[in-house]
C-alpha cells in the first residue's frame, strides 16, 4: 500500500508548490482605471527583446520609442479598452488594446506585452 502512496504523495506536493508559486490572477482594468493607472504615465516594456517605450499623453496623443524605430499617433477610450491610431512608425493604423494589472505594478496589454510605469 505504501508504494502507491508516494507518488500520489509527490504529486499533491508538486501540484501545491506550483500552485504556491504561480502569479495572482490579474484583473482587467476600466476605463478608469486605465485613465488613473496609464495615462500621462511613461510605461516601459520589451517587444522582441527591444525597450519599449509607451506614452499615453492625457490630451489623447501616444508616443512610442524603441531602440531604431519611433512612433506616434492619437488615443482614445472604446468601453474599457483604449485604442489607438498610429500615423507615424512602422506599425500603423488602429489597434484596441486591454490592460490587466499584476499585484507587482506591471501591467499587460491584450497583446501580451508586460509594461512597467518608468522611474
Known amino acids: 500500500m505504501m508504494s502507491h502512496t508516494a507518488p500520489l504523495l509527490r504529486v499533491v506536493l ?3 508548490a506550483t500552485l504556491a508559486a504561480a ?14 493607472e496609464i495615462i500621462g504615465k511613461d510605461l516601459v516594456g520589451l517587444r522582441t527583446g527591444m525597450t519599449v517605450r509607451l506614452r499615453y499623453d492625457p490630451g489623447g ?3 512610442m520609442k524603441a531602440a531604431f524605430v519611433t512612433g506616434a499617433g492619437t488615443w482614445k477610450f ?3 479598452s483604449l485604442c489607438m491610431t498610429m500615423t507615424k512608425g512602422p506599425k500603423r493604423g488602429m489597434t484596441c488594446l486591454t ?12 497583446e501580451g506585452m508586460i509594461l512597467r510605469v518608468g522611474r
Do not use: C, H, M
Not at 502569479?23 to 488613473?36: E, G, H, K, V
Not at 490592460?99 to 491584450?110: A, T
Open 14 to 16: 508538486l501540484t501545491a
Open 23 to 36: 502569479p495572482a490572477l490579474a484583473d482587467t482594468l476600466t476605463q478608469a482605471q486605465i485613465a488613473t
Open 61 to 63: 496623443k501616444v508616443t
Open 78 to 80: 472604446a468601453g474599457d
Open 99 to 110: 490592460f490587466e494589472k499584476f499585484g507587482d505594478g506591471s501591467f499587460r496589454n491584450s
